[in-house]
C-alpha cells in the first residue's frame, strides 16, 4: 500500500491512500486517492488530463510505502 502526503501553502497536510482505477472519459488506467481522515478522495488520469476531487496549490508531496 503506497500513501502520498502533500501539504498545501498554508502548511495543512493532506494524506492518501494511492490506489488505481478506471478514468470515467478514456476508460484508461488511473490513480485513485482514497483521502484518509479529513482528506477527500480523488481520481487523477495522467492520460487523458481527468481530474475529479480535491485540489489545492500543492508545495510538497511525499510518497512512501508502507509494508504493513
Known sequence: MTRCYET????????WER???K???CGAACIYDKGI??????????SCGYRKG?????????EHLDLH
Open 8 to 15: 498545501d501553502e498554508f502548511g495543512n497536510t493532506f494524506e
Open 19 to 21: 490506489g488505481e482505477s
Open 23 to 25: 478514468c470515467p472519459k
Open 37 to 46: 481522515g479529513h482528506t477527500p478522495d480523488r481520481i487523477i488520469c495522467e
Open 54 to 62: 480535491f485540489e489545492y496549490k500543492k508545495i510538497n508531496r511525499v
